[in-house]
């Protein structure tokens, strides 16, 4: 009972794999002035359809929280990127073979690797504002992906991120 217990807890720690997120902005930006916000037209996000929907939802519902609102003469316009990248392998079994005799030694080590290396996704979250065509703020999101997660687990997965980036806006001076 105790190693179900046991292996139930490192399966919910493995399978929250924390999100990383690094903030930027402009100190001399009045974040009070922006209360409105659009995405670009024209934004290429890198995610599929449908993430890209879990995405503009989540967002868009943080952001009704904070008090802001879309508009079609916004304050500030959202750009969103994203990239996947496959972490290198750091698991590996070292096979060795040596010999020796009168003083004389030699050796062949041979590293192989285990498994497969976890996959990672980067998303850039850009706030910017149009009319002094400037960057104002960003967010940079790493967190593990699951390219075979459900639905359910994908748009969690996008709530999450979303929560934990937009808790850094407006920056705290």
């Not at 050796?107 to 290396?117: A, E, T």
């Not at 910017?128 to 997660?149: C, G, T």
């Not at 687990?153 to 001076?173: D, F, H, N, T, W």
Request: charged residues 25%; hydrophobic residues 35%.
């Amino acid at each position: 009972m105790r190693f179900l217990k046991i292996s139930i807890l490192a399966l919910i720690i493995v399978s929250c794999a924390p999100i990383h997120v690094n903030y930027d902005y402009d100190k001399a930006v009045n974040f009070n002035n922006y209360k409105t916000y659009q995405y670009y037209a024209d934004m290429e996000t890198g995610l599929s359809e449908l993430d890209t929907k879990r995405l503009l939802d989540a967002i868009d519902a943080k952001m009704k929280v904070k008090g802001f609102s879309i508009s079609e003469t916004p304050d500030f316009f959202i750009d969103i990127k994203s990239a996947e990248y496959q972490e290198p392998q750091s698991q590996s079994v070292g096979v060795g073979v040596g010999g020796g005799g009168r003083n004389v030694g030699g050796g062949i080590s041979i590293g192989l690797p285990i498994g497969q290396g976890n996959i990672n996704r980067q998303i850039t979250i850009d706030f910017v504002d149009e009319n002094k065509k400037q960057l104002f703020w960003q967010a940079i999101s790493e967190s593990s992906f699951n390219p075979r997660a459900t639905p359910e687990k994908r748009e969690a997965r996008m709530q999450a991120i979303v929560e934990k980036v937009l808790s850094g806006y407006p920056p705290k001076k």
